[in-house]
């Protein structure tokens, strides 16, 4: 179970990262990632990263869309691995 929680955070620390990354590809001229990208990465389990990305680099905080379907991966990832632990029915978690 700590390799999941491992494997969590890291993922979650790429997908902050990513957020940081685009806001300077913004700031910058350059290429950007795609929106689509970034809601990918927040529903599958990515959620928490690119939510404290989007306020902690002040990235993307006045789209809608992310203003609503990022905290609604973050839910969604949190419903996830709750399920998983009902389901695996695993002790300690």
């Known amino acids: ?3 999941f929680w ?20 913004a700031t910058h001229g350059k ?8 809601f990918l990465l ?5 959620g928490i990263g690119v939510f404290c990305g ?3 680099f002040h990235h993307k905080t006045k ?3 992310f203003k609503v379907l990022v905290p609604l991966a973050v839910f ?6 709750y399920f998983l632990y009902k389901i695996l029915n695993i002790n300690h978690f």
Do not use: P
């Not at 290429?31 to 970034?38: F, G, H, Q, V």
């Not at 927040?42 to 990515?46: M, Q, R, T």
């Not at 969604?76 to 691995?81: E, F, L, Q």
């Open 1 to 3: 179970m700590k390799v």
């Open 6 to 25: 491992l494997i969590i955070f890291v993922w979650n620390i790429i997908t902050f990262a990513t957020m940081g990354v685009d806001k300077y590809k």
């Open 31 to 38: 290429w950007r990632i795609k929106e689509r990208t970034l």
């Open 42 to 46: 927040s529903f599958l389990l990515g």
């Open 54 to 56: 989007m306020y902690i």
């Open 63 to 65: 789209h809608i869309s």
């Open 76 to 81: 969604t990832n949190a419903m996830s691995i």
